[in-house]
């Protein structure tokens, strides 16, 4: 299930389920998404992109999914593994900037 | 193809004291950028550099913090007086040109500093 914990939203599922994170994004002018993964003493690493001109995407296990309509990113990872026990960021820019902007993270949790 | 290079990793010190931060960007990458990134938090961008030129510093807060990377290469990142609420993990980026903004950034893993 999901719960808010004391700093981080946590995701706990099951070595081998679906996984689903979502970000809510605030402006609606950002032309381009990113997820990234940071595993505890490591700096983020990027997982996948999406631009928005496009609403799915799909990469190696993963698939990112955009509604422009109501300011909503989602990352589903399937067949999830204990690798990918990490902190999971949403980052959106805007159009014409370099700046990202990154959402508050969730910590996704895989049980054995 | 060696990684985003920072050190130290770790460092402790007591407020008021400086502290220095240095950044070895992904050989060939034009960009680099300087992050905070406090607990439970996503990075927080402080600046952004093309070549040698610091070329976005808006939410660098001047008075204490100070950013160089002369040689357009490496870059070193200073507190002068360390405060408190500065502890937080400084992250160092880097990405290289192309079609504008659609470039991944590559993380470093961080100096995580606390100021006791």
């Known amino acids: 299930g999901e719960s808010v914990g004391l700093h981080l939203p946590t995701l706990s599922v099951q070595e081998g389920d679906n996984s689903i994170i979502n970000c809510a994004y605030s402006?609606?002018?950002?032309?381009?998404f990113i997820w990234y993964k940071q595993e505890s003493g490591k700096g983020p690493q990027f997982i996948i992109d999406?631009?928005?001109?496009?609403d799915k995407r799909q990469g190696q296990r993963v698939t990112v999914l955009l509604n422009k309509t109501v300011k909503h990113l989602s990352l589903q990872i399937a067949a999830t593994q204990p690798g990918d026990s990490a902190v999971y960021f949403c980052?959106?820019?805007?159009?014409?900037?370099?700046?990202?902007?990154f959402g508050k993270g969730t910590k996704l949790s895989v049980i054995p | 193809e060696a990684g985003v290079v920072q050190s130290p990793r770790y460092k402790i010190i007591e407020k008021k004291q400086p502290v220095a931060f240095w950044c070895n960007p992904i050989?060939?990458?034009?960009?680099l950028y300087w992050y905070l990134q406090n607990l439970g938090q996503g990075p927080e961008l402080l600046i952004r550099y093309e070549n040698e030129e610091a070329v976005d510093d808006s939410q660098l807060p001047k008075d204490r913090f100070s950013a160089e990377r002369l040689k357009g290469v490496d870059s070193t990142l200073k507190i002068q007086p360390a405060e408190l609420g500065d502890s937080a993990v400084y992250l160092c980026?880097?990405?290289?040109?192309?079609?504008?903004?659609?470039?991944?950034?590559?993380f470093g893993p961080g100096t995580r500093l606390t100021v006791l």
């Open positions: 980052a959106e820019r805007g159009a014409g900037s370099y700046q990202l902007t």
């Open positions: 999406i631009r928005s001109n496009m």
């Open positions: 980026a880097s990405s290289s040109g192309g079609e504008r903004g659609y470039n991944e950034q590559f």
């Open positions: 050989s060939g990458h034009n960009t």
């Open positions: 402006n609606s002018a950002s032309d381009y």
